[in-house]
């Protein structure tokens, strides 16, 4: 009996051993796993680093990429191109203006009374119509014939609350957001289609001459007085309300900045000097690179993956289309390398841009005690049904790394634009105020990244100098700042 117990002992301590190095072998592999997908976001966070020094020289480099642009055509990767547009809105415009706003798959038609100085904007209306699939591939006469008649009927629903004077013809504004060369304020012929739409036979023409043509068909009498993009609408929305806006930035799926430059100052321009002196550039900022912006092995992946390699680089890492993807990349390397969220990898962890930004930002956002909004977006977007607090707390500090290079680089932006403008300092202790419009999805709603962006801003000019910048949401600048261009170059205006 004794011999027995003696056995049973001697097994079960064995076993108690054998179960304890297991145990430990699994706390071991865990540990180790974790500090490997601890070191994969360490080294990505020191990869994204922006101390001021470096954002410095960003800024810097944006500003010689803007003179350079300034000076001669395909002289930079900054466009710097000339808009025609001279006058922008003051708030004196009175009347009935239309806007029509073409960029995606479906198009805006908007109509606005404006009222003058004590009056504003007394009245809005508009409509959105979608575009068949087939007239996005068919011809250029077929998408702006049914562009026109939309525009007709809507004109054609006008109300009493809307008064145009006797006399007059209609004017509206076109937002086109897509690539052309501008040859006047109301003219451009289109460099090439994006966003699934490809109808070669409008690829050369006057997008504006082809707009008229089907307008006339319809027996519309209306003129586009003004042809824009969503950045040079934001501005002039921006100047309506607020003399002091110098600027506009768009911070939503894509990017881009539009300023107030001297006409003087515009080395490749050869025509008259305009009378107010001045003329707005937009940038296409998306474009700029430099070697000192922090990039990662993540950035450059998900460039040469792109359709466009080598180009929007700035784009690609401060913009909403791009973020979310980046930390889902860092988060399927973390998977396949450190087994981050189990023994297997995620399949739907490798689908690109899966994780879209505003999930990034729900997720960087979540203040709960469990941090559920995190699980809750793992499970639904990538089937990973039970991830620990832990590790949601790291995917909550990605997004954060992430977000932050993104605004701190726009913000440098902003400051190589207050360079080009010689407004970065203040002289005598005197300063005038500066505005700069901002729009788009990412700054409006991700608010982790709006309030970095102006934090950086005052940490790079100074508190003398940050007190006098203004950062201003200016909304819808590709409808009402269309329409708004259309009233102050009207074909009415006194000369």
């Known amino acids: 009996m004794g011999r027995v ?20 072998r699994r706390c071991v592999r865990r540990w180790r796993r974790r500090a490997k997908a601890l070191a994969i976001v360490k080294e990505v966070e020191e990869k994204c680093a922006t101390p001021l020094g470096k954002l410095r020289q960003v800024a810097d480099a944006m500003t010689v990429e803007m003179h350079a642009g300034l000076a001669s055509e395909g002289g930079s990767k900054l466009k710097m191109l000339i808009t025609y547009v001279d006058n922008l809105p003051t708030g004196d415009e009175e009347g009935l203006y239309y806007a029509l706003d073409l960029g995606g798959t479906n198009f805006r038609v908007l109509r606005v009374q404006l009222g003058g100085k004590e009056g504003g904007i007394v009245n809005q209306e508009f409509t959105e119509v979608p575009i068949p699939p087939n007239l996005m591939v068919g011809s250029s006469n077929e998408l702006f014939e049914y562009i026109a008649s939309k525009l007709a009927k809507f004109v054609a629903e006008e109300g009493p609350d809307f008064q145009i004077p006797p006399g007059r013809q209609r004017e509206i504004g076109f937002t086109f957001s897509f690539p052309v060369m501008q040859t006047s304020i109301d003219s451009g012929n289109l460099i090439k289609w994006t966003k699934g739409f490809s109808i070669d ?17 319809e027996g519309l009498d209306i003129r586009v007085t003004a042809l824009v993009n969503d950045t040079v609408g934001t501005l002039a929305g921006g100047r309506y309300t607020d003399k002091d806006v110098i600027a506009a930035v768009i911070l939503g799926t894509g990017t881009n900045a539009a300023y107030v430059e001297r006409a003087q100052a515009i080395p490749k321009w050869h025509g008259v000097l305009p009378k107010s002196g001045e003329m707005v550039i937009n940038m296409e900022w998306g474009n700029f690179r430099s070697s000192h912006l922090p ?24 913009s909403g289309m791009y973020l979310g993807e980046i930390v889902r990349r860092v988060l399927c390397k973390m998977a396949e390398e450190a087994s981050f969220f189990g023994d297997t990898v995620p399949p739907k962890l490798k689908v690109p841009f899966t994780l879209r930004t505003p999930d990034m930002s729900s997720m960087h956002h979540d203040k709960s005690a469990d941090l559920s909004v995190v699980g809750n977006k793992l499970k639904a977007i990538f089937e990973i049904a039970d991830s620990s607090l832990e590790s949601r707390k790291v995917v909550i500090e990605l997004c954060n790394i992430i977000a932050t290079r993104g605004a701190r680089l726009a913000a440098a932006g902003i400051l190589g634009i207050l360079k080009k403008l010689g407004r970065d300092t203040v002289n005598d202790g005197e300063g005038q105020r500066m505005v700069i419009s901002m729009d788009g999805g990412l700054y409006e709603h991700y608010d982790a990244y709006s309030k970095c962006l102006e934090d950086t801003i005052t940490e790079l000019v100074g508190e003398d100098v940050s007190q ?16 708004l261009l259309a009233a102050s170059h009207s074909q009415y205006l006194e000369s």
């Open 295 to 318: 990039l990662t092995e993540f950035d450059q992946a998900l460039d040469i993956e792109s359709l466009n390699p080598g180009e929007q680089v700035f784009e690609k890492i401060i």
């Open 5 to 24: 117990v003696v056995v049973a002992a001697v097994i079960g301590a064995a076993t108690a051993v054998a179960v304890a190095a297991v145990f430990g």
């Open 201 to 217: 036979d409008t690829v050369g023409k006057d997008v504006v001459g082809e707009l008229t043509k089907a307008i006339a068909k």
């Open 468 to 483: 006098h910048i203004v950062i201003q949401h200016s909304m819808d600048g590709s409808g009402i700042g269309a329409a």
